[in-house]
């Protein structure tokens, strides 16, 4: 018997929860009162649901008007369809405000009750992932035990004690009115903040889990802000999801693992269409997320405000910490496609920009190998950038010099930032020639 059972006693029968007695008004009162808030009971499974469909066409189209007389009104049933569905459902008894109103004096005589249940239909073992994308709805509903006619915009459903208009077609909300008109509004509120938003992120927490990083887990989370009171609903859930550390965002680094929102690496628009940058940096172990774009920025609107993104001087840091770590390990691609990324906002001949790309391990050398960038000046052993035909007459000093063969654009960028001297990068000139004679003459003539 689960806990919820346990508090409430109810006759409801579900799967594996056998009936149990009813309690009374006043001694649910109390024990909500005198129970911790830590004790409060949750739930949270999901619930299979298997839905017949009959179809029927009029009568007379199989028996004709003359005989029996049945007129068209009269249906016969032609097919029977069998839908199912998996839903994950999440229930809770919350305390903080809203138990505080329920057990008001005013609250106990309108039988306010802290308890909302959020579903989200998720995937069947039945029903393939192409299947679940093209009927998957998120357009979410609100009830108050039976449907109300309202879209929260949500992509889950909400059900709960909610205090509803004259004409039950709404809940209470408003921020200017008075009396019991207020009083309703601030309860819906209280639920919907307090209750239903750390109900649902419960919910997500348990998919994740579950779903994996798949469209139907982040399907679950919700990518725009829908009108108020559902507003809130939004941003307590990611405020919810972000304080307890709830690994909720995926990331393919390191074999791919569960992160906090706070610990993800936000890509930048340029990640959006270029799926060989995305590899390159997860390659490098950068715990950029696969969350959807809407799903990230719902986080840092409500919850991580300055979250660690993507940047050309954030892979050149990383990188720069690495060193030498693994550089012989790094295939050729790999450092092109890393290179163009962090010379990207580089100012090839300005000494003080060039300068940035101090420490970074990905100077390609025409023997295959990567040499690190480090600032010019003396003691720096110096990496040259030799046009076409000094590269051919350099071949024997292919471990010092660029491979020209490898990137049009970037040997001609490498070309400018040698002229700066900022790096130890160099044109071939007089101390070059001199640098590179061991290099360059046969080995017999070093002896």
């Known amino acids: 018997m689960n806990r919820c059972s346990r508090f409430f006693r109810s006759a409801a029968v579900s799967a594996g929860v056998a009936p149990v007695a009813a309690v009374k008004k006043q001694q649910f009162v109390e024990k909500l009162r005198t129970m911790p808030e830590r004790s409060l009971p949750t739930s949270v499974g999901w619930m299979d649901l298997q839905m017949r469909v009959s179809s029927s066409e009029p009568a007379d189209e199989f028996i004709g008007d003359e005989g029996l007389g049945l007129g068209s009104t009269n249906k016969v049933i032609v097919g029977t369809s069998v839908t199912r569905e998996r839903w994950m459902v999440c229930s809770s008894l919350a305390g903080g405000k809203a138990r505080a109103l329920a057990l008001s004096d005013t609250g106990v005589s309108r039988g306010l009750v802290p308890w909302v249940g959020v579903a989200a239909r998720v995937p069947h073992p039945d029903e393939s992932a192409e299947q679940f994308v093209e009927s998957f709805r998120d357009d979410g509903r609100a009830f108050c035990f039976l449907p109300l006619p309202v879209k929260t915009g949500l992509p889950v459903h909400v059900n709960a004690y909610f205090e509803l208009s004259s004409n039950r077609r709404d809940i209470w909300f408003g921020g200017d009115m008075a009396g019991g008109g207020a009083a309703r509004s601030e309860?819906?509120?209280?639920?919907?903040?307090?209750?239903?938003?750390?109900?649902?992120?419960?919910?997500?927490?348990?998919?994740?889990?579950?779903?994996?990083?798949?469209?139907?887990?982040?399907?679950?989370?919700?990518?725009?802000?829908?009108?108020?009171?559902?507003?809130?609903?939004?941003?307590?859930?990611?405020?919810?999801?972000?304080?307890?550390?709830?690994?909720?965002?995926?990331?393919?680094?390191?074999?791919?693992?569960?992160?906090?929102?706070?610990?993800?690496?936000?890509?930048?628009?340029?990640?959006?269409?270029?799926?060989?940058l995305r590899d390159a940096l997860v390659a490098e172990g950068l715990t950029l997320t696969d969350a959807p774009g809407g799903v990230l920025e719902r986080i840092e609107e409500h919850a991580v405000r300055n979250p660690k993104r993507v940047s050309p001087a954030g892979v050149r840091q990383t990188l720069r910490e690495k060193g030498e770590d693994g550089i012989d390990d790094r295939p050729r691609e790999r450092v092109l496609v890393l290179l163009r990324y962090v010379l990207s906002d580089i100012i090839d001949d300005e000494p003080a920009s060039a300068a940035e790309l101090d420490g970074v391990p990905l100077f390609p050398l025409a023997d295959g190998s990567t040499a690190v960038v480090r600032p010019g000046g003396v003691g720096a052993r110096a990496l040259y950038?030799?046009?076409?035909?000094?590269?051919?007459?350099?071949?024997?000093?292919?471990?010092?010099?660029?491979?020209?063969?490898?990137?049009?654009?970037?040997?001609?960028?490498?070309?400018?930032?040698?002229?700066?001297?900022?790096?130890?990068?160099?044109?071939?000139?007089?101390?070059?020639?001199?640098?590179?004679?061991?290099?360059?003459?046969?080995?017999?003539?070093?002896?």
């Not at 990518?223 to 999801?241: D, K, S």
Request: some cysteine; hydrophobic content about 40%; proline content about 9%.
């Open 187 to 276: 309860w819906n509120q209280a639920l919907l903040s307090k209750v239903v938003a750390p109900c649902y992120a419960r919910l997500v927490i348990a998919c994740a889990g579950k779903l994996g990083p798949s469209l139907a887990f982040y399907a679950l989370l919700p990518e725009t802000n829908p009108p108020e009171p559902w507003g809130c609903v939004v941003r307590e859930l990611y405020a919810a999801l972000t304080e307890g550390d709830a690994k909720v965002l995926h990331t393919p680094a390191m074999g791919g693992r569960w992160i906090a929102p706070k610990d993800a690496v936000y890509p930048d628009p340029s990640l959006a269409s270029d799926d060989i």
């Open 385 to 447: 950038v030799p046009d076409e035909t000094e590269a051919a007459l350099l071949s024997r000093a292919s471990d010092r010099c660029v491979d020209r063969t490898c990137d049009v654009d970037i040997v001609s960028r490498l070309e400018t930032l040698a002229n700066t001297r900022a790096l130890n990068l160099s044109p071939i000139d007089d101390d070059a020639v001199v640098d590179l004679m061991p290099n360059i003459l046969p080995h017999t003539w070093t002896r």
